[in-house]
């Protein structure tokens, strides 16, 4: 009787290795195929560097910092969509708009925090910068922050006029935007592959402009009441 349910163990055991290995080699085979269609070169000086069968394309873009319109005064959110649209009327080429969910993060916070308690030797104190500390430490570990990026890709030839038109017409908004780095771009294709939802890595094409009021081709914006 012992002999017959260790045989069924190790037959039990035998499938659930085959299955697995399967498992594995599906996503790796998905994988190889994302990154076959992904064709990046480089990520360096600040931008992807993009080889479509033999043609090359530069991506830039900026970083749009969070701003909760619902904490404005009902004339200052109306003047920040408002720029948006007079932003987005002068866009007279292609973008692309995406999201990322990435791990906050608090650098900054904790070097000025350690640079603080370095020469500190009150004890309540540093227990106090301790306790901030590891705080962050399981903000980090617990949650995840939203960052929002608008981006162009296009030739050599190109790619400094529409970047340079990019960051143009978005300085002229009411929100506060840096370039894109390195480590944007990185986050952003982690992003997508640790992403169960999305198959590819991919630009979102801005396809909900209708929900703008559209007059004569241009966005607008409903007269105040």
């Known amino acids: 009787m012992m002999k017959k349910k260790t045989k069924e163990i190790k037959k039990n055991d035998l499938k659930s290795i085959k299955k697995e290995k399967k498992s594995v080699k599906k996503r790796a085979k998905k994988l190889a195929t994302t990154l076959n269609w992904l064709d990046v070169e480089s990520i360096e000086h600040n931008e992807c560097i993009i080889d479509d069968s033999g043609t090359k394309y530069i991506v830039r873009g900026i970083k749009i910092h969070p701003l909760n319109i619902h904490m404005l005064n009902v004339d200052d959110n109306y003047r920040v969509i408002e720029s948006l649209a007079i932003a987005f009327n002068k866009i007279d080429f292609k973008f692309y708009w ?22 500190e030797e009150d004890k309540s104190i540093l ?32 790619i400094d006029k529409v970047y340079s038109d990019l960051k143009r017409f978005m300085s002229e ?16 294709i982690a992003y997508d592959f640790d992403n169960p939802v999305i198959d590819e890595y991919y630009f979102s094409v801005l396809k909900e402009i209708e929900r703008f009021e559209l007059k004569d081709g241009k966005i607008g914006l409903e007269e105040k009441k």
């Open 127 to 158: 227990n106090l910068g301790d306790m901030f500390l590891n705080y962050h430490e399981w903000y980090i570990n617990n949650f995840k922050e939203i960052s929002f990026y608008l981006v162009v890709m296009e030739n050599e030839k190109m």
């Open 98 to 119: 995406k999201f990322v969910y990435q791990q906050p993060n608090l650098d900054e916070q904790n070097h000025n925090l350690m640079q603080r308690l370095k020469n």
């Open 173 to 188: 908004t009411r929100l506060m935007i840096s370039p894109m780095t390195n480590d944007d771009f990185r986050n952003m």
